[in-house]
């Protein structure tokens, strides 16, 4: 099984800052296999970023993804009030795991 | 647009079983492989199961094989999760996501996800 390890656990920002999550996995899923979701408190995850960098419909061009091999990067360029959330790096390269999570917080 | 919704969750004693279902809407359900995924109370998210489009190939998880079965029907537009020999550790909200192709090894990633339904297992 291949697993996700977010990092941080928590990030305590302002709004206007940049924010970068990272999500390692225990070996190769490739450039393609890994996706993002950003989840708030009592909804659904919302699918932010697949294939590692291409951004789903609808969410905004402050949302980038990159990454590739075992490294990936999720960057919100300018938290927004409605960023603070909880984040999840998902990789389909084999079956399908999730990380941890990493929460955006208000600092 | 879109819509999944799930039914079926409820408190239920351990080794006790319980059947999940899945409407969906607004798609052309057997075009596309469908998946569980499931998340306890203050954790992260787990994949439970996946069915191809045609529902013949199912898949599952470590945790759940050999105790819950997907399946769907496409005359209904219905997905299903039996489960079966329920543990504590099988308590959470239980989501189900369309996936973006109709073999499960083809997709991977979910646009679309259902509100949930909760599974408690207790006694």
């Known amino acids: 099984e291949i697993v996700l390890t977010q990092s941080p656990g928590t990030l305590s920002l302002s709004p206007g800052e940049r924010a970068t999550l990272s999500c390692r996995a225990s070996?190769?899923?490739?450039?393609?296999?890994l996706a993002w979701y950003q989840q708030k408190p009592g909804q659904a995850p919302r699918l932010l970023i697949y294939?590692?960098?291409s951004r789903a419909t609808g969410i905004p061009d402050r949302f980038s993804g990159s990454g590739s091999g075992t490294d990936f990067t999720l960057t919100i360029s300018r938290l927004e009030p409605e960023d603070f959330a909880v984040y999840y790096c998902?990789?389909?390269?084999?079956?399908?795991?999730f990380g941890q999570g990493t929460k955006v917080e208000i600092k | 647009e879109v819509q999944l919704l799930e039914s079926g969750g409820g408190l239920v004693q351990p080794g006790g079983s319980l059947r999940l279902s899945c409407a969906a809407s607004?798609?052309?359900?057997?075009?596309?492989?469908m998946s569980w995924v499931r998340q306890a109370p203050g954790k992260g998210l787990e994949w439970v199961s996946a069915?191809?489009?045609?529902?013949?190939?199912?898949y599952y998880a470590d945790s759940v094989k050999g105790r819950f079965t997907i399946s769907r029907d496409n005359s209904k537009n219905t997905l299903y999760l039996q489960m079966n020999s329920l543990r504590a550790e099988d308590t959470a909200v239980y989501y189900c996501?369309?996936?973006?192709?109709?073999?499960?090894?083809?997709?991977?990633?979910?646009?679309?996800w259902g509100q949930g339904t909760l599974v408690t297992v207790s006694s």
């Open positions: 070996q190769r899923i490739g450039t393609t296999y």
């Open positions: 998902q990789q389909y390269a084999s079956s399908r795991t």
């Open positions: 294939g590692a960098s």
């Open positions: 996501a369309k996936d973006t192709a109709y073999y499960y090894d083809s997709s991977g990633y979910y646009l679309n």
């Open positions: 607004g798609f052309t359900f057997s075009k596309y492989a």
């Open positions: 069915v191809n489009g045609g529902g013949r190939s199912t």
